[in-house]
């Protein structure tokens, strides 16, 4: 009993202010959210979420006719007056047309108003979001209150005119009080998820740079992990083989539990971005499903990179961190830690030797591209088909691989036993790994080797030979593993 009459003192107690501890200045009165709804989109109805249109990548413009309507705290209508913000999310606003357009801003009169929006980049459950900017354009601009010199506001603030007060958006705005802060959100206008290919941009830059997204993966989109790394994963929408452009790397930090080489990504969101010219989609969060038992691993047989294509910007893009390999390339002829030295007979020109390709000539560590020593030095060995600059290997383990006219850049760090440096001006008969792009100087991509299976040559730490894509690099999981979500 004690404590049923506790709780009934607290209720009795609190019943006078159901009429009297109304917040001063509250009232339902006045715009308190907009209704937005969506009604034609590029001339037609709204998609239905079973027939959604492809999601837009950024170069094109999508029309969607929007009606605005201002609601007060009772969800009635109300005769709101002034210029609310439209951005689309997830998207952009390219510009509002029609009678009370203003580039992404919209004029609203006695509570209602209509448009067509522009917008780009639009994908999955995409929505028109509208917000009180608190601005009324003055009919007549010079005699706006936020520019006549007065304190126009009611609460008297001691702030004049824009842009000192707060409430002014703008020189002509006829008010200096903040707005409503009302806001209002459309249905979604059903989009599909962007595919891998979408992702990439088909280009040499992603459409979504920063964007958080979920990854397409629903049938007839099947993603096959083809390498797991040591900061993330590589993956490879087999459904899009023909078109290209159809692998991506994950950045995840470090190594993802429980994944292996071959199996199938389910689900896949992040943050997508360019890392110095190489499209990721990072902070992952995923869902993997093993081979079942008796199903063939589906990791492709690697592209074959043919010399002619490794100067093709556009045939390199399209192979962006799938798994890739060149055949007859040899380990460049100078190639070592001792520093280059000046020609004695013409300089200005750098020898570069067997044990000599370090353009570290002051010793701190690293380049210094800008400098017109150890820049030229750089220079010169990356034009030649026979140098590999030697802080590239020493910093990253990249180093240089020719076919007599033809140079790019190989990393087999994850082979254990070889040491390129033993083996300069060796042909290397095979190198199978996932090609990496980053910007900066004239050799941009990178065949990584995932494992040993994936280099093939005489040499100690090779293998004999190059082994199908359902063998290579592909590893047993044990009963203890963590499982495969994050």
């Given amino acids: 009993m004690r404590t049923m009459f506790t709780r009934s003192a607290l209720l009795l107690s609190a019943l006078p202010c159901l009429s009297s501890c109304v917040t001063e200045g509250f009232s339902l009165d006045g715009a308190s959210t907009f209704r937005v709804e969506v009604v034609r989109v590029n001339g037609e109805d709204p998609p239905s979420p079973d027939a959604r249109l492809p999601a837009n990548l950024g170069n094109v413009d999508e029309t969607w006719e929007i009606v605005i309507e201002a609601r007060d705290g009772r969800g009635q209508p109300t005769a709101f007056e002034g210029v609310v913000r439209l951005r689309a999310e997830p998207g952009a606003v390219q510009a509002v047309e029609g009678e009370g357009g203003m580039g992404r801003n919209l004029r609203v009169r006695g509570g209602r108003a209509t448009a067509t929006v522009r917008v780009t980049g639009v994908f999955g459950d995409s929505r028109i979001w509208a917000e009180d900017l608190g601005y009324l354009p003055a009919e007549d601009p010079t005699k706006a209150a936020c520019s006549n010199g007065i304190n126009d506001d009611p609460h008297e603030d001691m702030l004049i005119d824009f842009p000192a007060d707060p409430g002014c958006a703008y020189a002509d705005d006829d008010t200096e009080e903040g707005g409503t802060f009302a806001a209002g959100v459309s249905p979604p206008v059903a989009y599909a998820l962007p595919r891998i290919s979408d992702i990439q941009g088909r280009g040499s830059e992603t459409p979504y740079k920063f964007e958080s997204m979920e990854v397409n993966s629903a049938p007839p989109q099947r993603i096959v992990v083809t390498r797991i790394s040591s900061d993330g ?8 083989q023909d078109l290209g452009y159809n692998h991506l790397y994950a950045f995840n930090f470090s190594t993802p539990p429980g994944m292996r080489v071959c ?8 943050t997508v971005n360019e890392f110095f010219g190489g499209t990721q989609i990072a902070f992952p969060s995923y869902r993997v499903r093993p081979p ?10 690697p592209a074959i990179i043919e010399p002619f294509m490794v100067g093709n910007p556009v045939a390199m893009e399209k192979l962006e961190s799938g798994l ?3 055949e007859g390339f040899h380990i460049t002829a100078n190639f070592g830690k001792n520093r280059a030295t000046v020609s004695k007979q013409f300089p200005g020109i750098y020898e570069f030797k067997a044990d000599q390709s370090n353009c570290d000539l002051n010793e701190d560590g690293q380049v210094d591209f800008t400098s017109p020593t ?3 030095c750089s220079e010169q060995c990356t034009s030649s088909t026979e140098c590999s600059e030697w802080t590239s290997y020493s910093a990253r383990g990249n180093y240089k691989v020719s076919n007599g006219a033809v140079m790019i850049q190989v990393n087999t760090s994850t082979v254990g036993g070889f040491d390129p440096t033993s083996h300069r ?5 095979v190198v199978t790994g996932t090609l990496r792009n980053f910007s900066g100087g004239s050799l941009n ?4 080797t995932r494992c040993s299976d994936d280099l093939a ?5 090779c293998v004999p030979a190059p082994k199908s894509s359902k063998e290579a690099c592909v590893r047993l999981r044990t009963e203890t593993e963590n499982e495969a979500t994050n």
Wanted: aromatic content about 8%.
């Fill in 233 to 240: 994963f590589y993956v490879t929408d087999l459904a899009e």
């Fill in 263 to 270: 199996d199938r990504i389910e689900y896949l969101a992040g």
């Fill in 292 to 301: 079942a038992r008796g199903e063939d691993c589906e990791v492709p047989e």
């Fill in 324 to 326: 890739v390999r060149i």
């Fill in 374 to 376: 150890e820049g030229r």
């Fill in 425 to 429: 001006g060796e042909v290397l008969d």
């Fill in 445 to 448: 991509w990178t065949v990584e």
């Fill in 457 to 461: 040559c005489q040499a100690t730490g």
